[in-house]
């Protein structure tokens, strides 16, 4: 009895510095299982519908190359053309901030800005991943 309580106890260490040595970026990672989500709903102006889905799409063409980048959709909703949904999926929200840092994605906003009648975007946590 008192050989496994004593192992559990030398497990329940072990796991305790292992946590504590790592570096501050790789604990949080560590003890977050969900990926993160940056979810936005998009009103085009009609006349530059054309001209905004050519700029989403090379921005996130050039999105999933980034390292922390997992998925970028871009959505069109069928009963309104000019509405627009983006589905991203990144590691961790600092991936999403990394996102907002690069050229491709400044030149998208500077190129978009007065193309976009409404904008709302909501940041989620993936709980579970059903995909075939």
């Keep these: 009895m008192f050989k496994s309580i004593s192992a559990a ?6 796991s305790v510095a292992c946590l504590v040595l790592l570096p501050a970026g790789q ?7 969900g990926m993160f989500v940056n979810a936005v709903d998009l009103d085009i102006v009609p006349a530059e519908r054309d001209a905004f889905l050519a700029a989403i799409k ?10 922390g ?12 053309p000019n509405h627009v949904f983006l589905y991203e999926v990144y590691d961790n929200e ?12 400044k030149k998208y906003a500077a190129t978009t800005a007065k193309m976009v009648a409404k904008r709302e975007a909501r940041q989620m946590t993936v709980i579970a991943s059903n995909a075939k």
Excluded: W, Y
């Design 9 to 14: 106890a030398a497990t329940l260490a072990i």
């Design 27 to 33: 604990r949080v990672e560590a003890q977050s299982a």
């Design 58 to 67: 090379e921005n996130g063409a050039a999105s999933v190359k980034e390292p």
């Design 69 to 80: 980048c997992k998925r970028f959709d871009i959505i069109n909703l069928n009963s309104d």
């Design 94 to 105: 600092a991936a999403l901030k990394a996102h907002r840092e690069t050229d491709h994605f």
